[in-house]
């Protein structure tokens, strides 16, 4: 590739930002960081870097809410998600917002720079996550009813409260279940699960 | 004031005054200011701002407040100040008899028992104190000195209970961008430099902590562990060598079972922490006896699989025995207590148990870890996870 790949950083911490900039220069990315989102969808609106690594928690409107904008706009970069405070609602919401990935802080570093290089190889091959389950996703076939009633409302963003709540089964339980979809599913965890069925292949 | 005096607007909601609800009608009002003048106690009706509404004869002999002075005060005016006791407190304290101390309106401070009943209100729980001048009683110093302990105790634990998160959220992003430095580094000096290698062991550590505060963290938000399946024995032998960091001399260790490769459910940080704090309380047990041993062994027990780690040091004295689980209580020089507070809370949260076998006349302690088995995963998930 004759010109370098272009990645927008969103942190509104300098250390990371900075730190993020020196590891992804060094493999040869080309690296333009803002301090919010408001400054990062103006310049997306500009032109479109390859990839977005954007934390949830930052001032001005939320990392969702910048996902969500960008998601509007039909904007084709890769978006990684990321937070010090993440919780599984919240990296469903940004799967579901179209992100490629949700990191919890602080993530490994040496996971960071494969899962970019991934992400940019495969963009535009791979079909986008939609709203709703997939008509088919690996391990389907084999979930309990049950199962897949929970499945439905993590996928649709509910807390272990608000999905044991809909269903009348006790939290604790929603999390049993979400543990053994996850074992049949194959999934690394909440993020790469809704990932995975929301996913038409 | 001959009568106990009932304020004539009952306050409901914060600073306004609720026209939906009419003040109680005169005979009414009368009726409950003799019932409560009647009683030999002070009776403190309060408003949901807790507010004191209604103020009972023998509450003006007790604390010296004219009734008419005393409406519309809050009740920590009739409280020693470390006792401020808004509504928030008394939401807390909830119904029951509670011992606070007392301030008198001339100033000095009495011993008081506080009988609160809570009675619930479409604008919040109303309450309603009972006031009881405490005997004087005989000072014992002992019960004093263990309450005192106690309190300073429980003091401690909140704080860190209330640390825990704020310190994973702060410390997560300076160890972020430190294991991104780092990784940055050992690129740039490449596989084969030395200091690129060190620099690589470095990035791993701050990963690890990493890890470690990512379980903290859903561990003090009540967050179920992530529950992944673990070769148990890998998991084991990873903990034997961190716990032995930095100790010498070490002590034999006898290992068994490690060749069964047993697989558990649970999240590795949390298990490997288990592990970790189980076997430092044994090195320190044998730390500089001559016969210096430790026995690990796992093996399977039905649907569970057994970590046992026996140690040939004195045993437990049944002292330390008795508060082995109870929070910040420590018999180690500079230990902290929460050792196996955690490792208890830890394997119960992740479907286990652990128990400890005290020992002691020449045997030494034993303690057993209890995790339950993986369930045989789909052909398909472990084909995934392989």
């Known amino acids: 590739m004759s010109q370098a790949d272009e990645i927008f950083v969103v942190d509104d911490d300098a250390a990371v930002r900075e730190a993020l900039t020196a590891l992804l220069t060094m493999e040869g990315f080309d690296v333009t960081c803002f301090a919010d989102g408001n400054a990062l969808v103006t310049a997306v609106r500009g032109h479109v870097p390859a990839c977005v690594i954007l934390d949830v928690n930052i001032p001005g409107p939320s990392g969702l809410d910048v996902l969500k904008r960008l998601k509007a706009d039909a904007c084709p970069a890769a978006v990684f998600a990321m937070s010090g405070q993440a919780n599984i609602p919240m990296a469903v919401d940004a799967i579901r917002n179209g992100a490629v990935d949700f990191f919890e802080k602080p993530f490994d570093a040496g ?82 699960l809704v990932r995975i069925v929301l996913t038409e292949q | 004031m001959s009568q106990a005096a009932i304020s004539p607007h009952p306050i409901v909601g914060e600073g306004r005054i609720e026209r939906a609800v009419p003040p109680l009608p005169h005979a009414a009002d009368a009726l409950l200011s003799d019932v409560l003048d009647m009683a030999g106690e002070a009776i403190v009706v309060l408003d949901v701002r807790a507010c004191i509404s209604a103020f009972s004869r023998a509450g003006e002999k007790l604390f010296g407040w004219p009734a008419a002075e005393a409406l519309g005060q809050p009740l920590a005016v009739l409280l020693a100040e470390e006792d401020g006791m808004d509504r928030q407190r008394l939401e807390k304290l909830g119904s029951g008899v509670h011992v606070v101390v007392g301030r008198h309106k001339a100033g000095h401070s009495f011993p008081l028992t506080l009988e609160l009943a809570t009675r619930q209100s479409p604008a919040g729980p109303h309450f309603i104190a009972v006031l009881r001048e405490r005997p004087a009683q005989p000072v014992d110093v002992e019960r004093l000195a263990r309450l005192e302990a106690e309190n300073a105790h429980l003091a401690r634990l909140v704080v860190v209970e209330a640390m825990g998160p704020a310190l994973a959220h702060e410390l997560s992003q300076p160890l972020t961008a430190a294991a991104l430095y780092l990784q940055a580094a050992e690129t740039m000096l490449g596989p084969q430099d030395a200091a690129g290698a ?13 890890r470690i505060i990512r379980a903290l963290r859903r561990f003090v938000e009540n967050r179920p562990p992530e529950s992944v399946p673990v070769v148990l024995d890998l998991l084991v032998d990873e903990a034997i060598d961190l716990a032995l960091l930095g100790r010498s001399p070490r002590p034999v260790i006898a290992r068994d079972g490690a060749e069964t490769g047993l697989t558990v459910m649970a999240d590795p940080v949390l298990v490997q922490q288990i592990v970790v704090n189980v076997v430092r309380n044994a090195l320190d047990a044998v730390e500089g006896l001559t016969e210096a041993r430790l026995w690990i062994a796992t093996r399977r027990v039905d649907a569970q699989v057994h970590l046992s780690i026996r140690d040939s040091g004195p045993g437990f004295p049944a002292a ?13 020089p500079g230990g902290i207590g929460l050792g196996l507070v955690l490792s208890r809370s830890i394997a119960e949260q992740l479907g286990g148990s652990i128990s400890v076998e005290p020992g002691g006349g020449g045997m030494g302690a034993t303690v057993s870890v209890v995790l339950p088995l993986a369930r045989q995963a789909s052909p398909k998930a472990v084909k995934r996870s392989a």
Do not use: W, Y
């Not at chain 1, 997939?134 to 076939?141: D, L, N, Q």
């Not at chain 1, 409260?161 to 996850?182: C, D, Q, Y």
């Not at chain 2, 330390?320 to 180690?332: G, R």
């Open chain 1, 111 to 192: 996971r960071i720079v494969g899962c970019v290089r991934e992400a940019i190889a495969d963009a535009g091959r791979h079909p986008r996550v939609t709203g709703q389950l997939a008509s088919h996703f690996p391990g389907m076939e084999l979930l309990t009813p049950r199962e897949r009633q929970v499945l439905e409302q993590i996928a649709g963003g509910s807390s272990n409260k608000e999905a044991g709540r809909a269903l009348g089964i006790s939290p604790r339980t929603v999390e049993v279940h979400r543990a053994r979809i996850m074992e049949k599913i194959g999934a690394r965890n909440a993020a790469n």
């Open chain 2, 198 to 210: 060190m620099i690589g062991k470095a990035r791993r550590e701050a990963e690890r902590a990493g």
């Open chain 2, 320 to 332: 330390v025995m008795a508060d082995l689980f109870a929070p910040l209580q420590t018999s180690k």
